[in-house]
């Protein structure tokens, strides 16, 4: 069998859409096009009635109740609702945030903002394996703390937080916790009240779903979360968010769902094979090389590696046939080192040396394979090239040059 | 981002990759940038007695457009004098391979590296420095 080239590995940025998925989609672009909101007529009652399926398959995923399923746009709105929905309801209760410093942009952008309005947040910074533990966040806590925003797995380094015992801090202090899920929901068993998890941000097109459909977990009760709305108008969703419902993108929405839960174990274990298979040829090839994260806690999809004295972006340059990425798909229009490996003390030379692969549902063996392989080359190629490289070869400590920096 | 054809051919095939003895008189060095910053060229010229490049050699850590830079750096240095190649400036780097503004440091990195690897060799020969570059090791 040939390849197709370039081979996709950049499922932490998104995910094709499943054919399974778009064929559940179709009918409602032309058929079934209903405005779920009609209440008059058959078209809209067909819409209601697919949209709910939809809530349903997605709450089944996390163990939630159908009706706390706030449908948005993406992670990215839910994220903002959750943050800066909660801190306008609750800021009579206290004005003071905990996060950490490696979260999505959508989460860390939007505590900022909660900042020119006057609230404290408090960043926190993970243990350099990329983990926030439940200490941290108690440690951070005061009793102004109104909210904690701590995502289930890092998109960049796949890390996964222990989101259990964040909740169960988090409930027993009466603070609400919101977990940005959008890499773990479907990825890992997660369910909102076995871990204590108030608010939980998710997203379609990481699941095999399409693009531009989201959901935001809202808590109904033991606590009720009460949200204040960041689109006002016809009061969908509860009131929580206005606007006509994405109703085929809701039903792709739920059907890549509902194929996650069925796969989610096996799955899970044919990626964690095939990854631990590339990491270990890429560490018998080269000297070294680093795993940026968690060598164990994280997700089965995701390898971060930083390939010391190479730098990240010329050695995607050489990977022409591989569709990676070095540090976040959302920040590699900057010439910034990764803000996520940055904060994990990992020094700017290793964040630039970086590569994020990420493995998924169309991965083979074989791909993998090919992969590890040029990957392997390149890296030799460039060290060849690499002026570091030679250097610490030859005994300098590159620590103790006085560089001239620009 | 999409990279200029020039720039990829560098990067396949870039021209007098390795080192020259750093140590001999007639050969200058010029290690400018820092792994920090994601940029770190060395360039190095080997100059006849007549003062003529004969040999010039790069190696370099970081993007694309840092490494076609030194590597055009080096073809250009071959056969000028050390007065010509002085000259050499950043802004014809970034001409001849078409860089984006946002690549526009590489080639100022690879004309602070020519003129640290001129200077080196002009403490060798006991003549004294022209500008400031100087290379770090």
Known sequence: MSLKLPIYMDYQATTPTDPRVLEEMLPYFTETFGNAASRNHSYGWEAEKAVDDG????????????????????????DNMALKGVAETYKTKGKHIITSAIEHK????????????????????????????????EEAMTDETILVSI?????????????????????????????D????????????????????????????????????????????VRLAAIIDGGGHERGMRSGT???????????????????????????????????????????????????????????????????????IMGLKDVAVSSGSACTSASLEPSYVLKAMGRGDELAHSSIRFGLGRFTTQEEVDFVAEKTVEVVNRMRDMSPLYEMVKEGV?????????H | MAYSEKVVDHYNNPRNVGSLDKNADAVGTGIVGAPECGDVMKLQVKVSGDGVIEDAKFKTFGCGSAIASSSLATEWLKGKTVDEAQEI?????????????????????????????????????????????RSAV
């Open chain 1, 106 to 137: 959508a989460v860390i952008d939007s505590a900022k903002r909660l900042e020119t309005w006057g609230f404290d947040v408090t960043y926190i910074m993970p243990r350099e394996d990329g983990m926030t533990t439940a200490k941290m966040v």
């Open chain 1, 55 to 78: 809530r349903e398959r997605i709450a089944n995923v996390i163990g939630a109740d159908p009706r706390e399923i706030i449908f948005t746009s993406g992670a990215t709105e839910s």
């Open chain 1, 181 to 224: 899920g959008t890499q773990g929901f479907g990825k890992i068993p997660l369910d909102v009240n076995d871990d204590f998890i108030d608010l939980m941000s998710i997203s379609a097109h990481k699941i095999y779903g399409p693009k531009g459909v989201g959901a935001l977990y809202v808590r109904r009760r033991k606590p009720r």
């Open chain 1, 245 to 315: 419902l994405n109703v085929s993108g809701i039903v792709g929405f739920g059907k890549a769902a509902e194929l996650c839960q069925e796969s989610m174990e096996e799955e899970s274990v044919r990626l964690s094979n095939m990854r631990d298979k590339f990491k270990a040829t890429l560490m018998e090839s080269l000297d070294e090389v680093y795993v940026n994260g968690h060598e164990t806690q994280r997700l089965s999809g995701n390898l971060n590696v930083s390939f010391p004295y190479v730098e990240g972006e010329s050695l």
């Open chain 1, 397 to 405: 400590d590159l620590s103790k040059v006085e560089w001239a920096h």
């Open chain 2, 89 to 133: 400036k950043n802004t014809e780097i970034v001409e001849e391979l078409n860089l984006p503004p946002v690549k526009i440091h590489c080639s100022v990195l690879a004309e602070d590296a020519i003129k640290a690897a001129l200077n080196d060799y002009r403490e060798k020969q006991g003549i004294p420095s022209v500008g400031d570059s």
């Open chain 1, 151 to 179: 995502m289930t797995a890092n998109n960049e380094i796949g890390v996964i937080n222990p989101i259990r015992e964040i909740g169960e801090l988090c409930r027993s202090r009466k603070v609400l916790f919101h977990t």
